[in-house]
């Protein structure tokens, strides 16, 4: 079965950087492309940044020069380096596959940006 388990977040201070962590199984890992969401109270889950199974990268413009990802296919998982954070930044971070998400969510980790 599918399984995605994000963690990393945290409280972290407008300007501050966090790392998070997605541990996927259940799937082909080095092989797909995968990618992070987030969703912001009252709002709709929105695209963050991929990274395809080439290692090559895209992001959302809101993250564009502060965010950057990566993965490792020996480990299964897949980061998001955050820097230069912001209020608007706070958020439930999730990882899934992309361009097309699995029905599979994980918990998805908590991002608090105080100002």
């Known amino acids: 079965q599918v399984r995605f388990v994000e963690s990393g977040g945290g409280v972290v201070q407008a300007g501050g950087s966090r790392r998070l962590s997605c541990a996927a199984s259940?799937?082909?890992?080095?092989?797909?492309?995968m990618a992070w969401y987030r969703q912001a109270p009252g709002k709709e889950r929105e695209f963050v940044a991929r990274?395809?199974?080439?290692?090559?990268?895209n992001f959302a413009d809101s993250v564009k020069g502060r965010f950057t990802i990566d993965r490792d296919n020996v480990r299964n998982e897949v980061y998001l380096e955050m820097n230069s954070l912001k209020a608007e930044d706070t958020a439930t971070y999730y990882c899934?596959?992309?361009?097309?998400?699995?029905?599979?969510w994980g918990q998805g980790t908590q991002v608090t940006v105080s100002s």
């Open positions: 899934n596959r992309a361009p097309l998400p699995s029905p599979y």
């Open positions: 259940g799937i082909t890992f080095s092989s797909i492309h």
């Open positions: 990274i395809n199974s080439s290692g090559s990268t």
